[in-house]
């Protein structure tokens, strides 16, 4: 069965720092794409692609909004560091591991709040 397991989040002060990890249960992360989404607490806001790793060459991508902030890796699993946290970060993050032939799986999210 194929899964992705998150870990991490929480809630930090303004300014702070969180990691989250993204564990691969039955699926080769190597031939995967990996990418960081979150979704807001506003229903109105679609999900939001942050970060991602592509698999041919391993280049890394940011969006603007967490550009110099948030750091995305992968080794045994896909990790996102977030430093200089905001309020409007708080969301629920999720990652995604998809493929060339469109095979798209997603972890099962985790809040992030930032607020004092």
């Known amino acids: 069965q194929v899964q992705l397991v998150q870990s991490g989040g929480g809630w930090v002060q303004p300014g702070g720092s969180l990691n989250l990890s993204c564990a691969a249960s039955?699926?080769?992360?190597?031939?995967?794409?990996t990418a960081w989404f979150r979704q807001a607490p506003d229903p109105e806001k679609a999900r939001e692609g942050l970060?991602?790793?592509?698999?041919?060459?391993g280049s890394t991508y940011y969006d603007d909004s967490v550009k110099g902030r948030f750091t995305i890796s992968k080794a045994s699993a896909v990790y996102l560091e977030m430093n200089d946290l905001k309020p409007e970060d708080t969301a629920i993050y999720y990652c995604?591991?998809?493929?060339?032939?469109?095979?798209?799986?997603w972890g099962q999210g985790t809040q992030v709040t930032v607020s004092s």
């Open positions: 970060a991602c790793i592509v698999k041919s060459d």
């Open positions: 039955g699926l080769p992360l190597d031939n995967y794409g």
């Open positions: 995604n591991a998809k493929n060339l032939g469109g095979w798209s799986y």
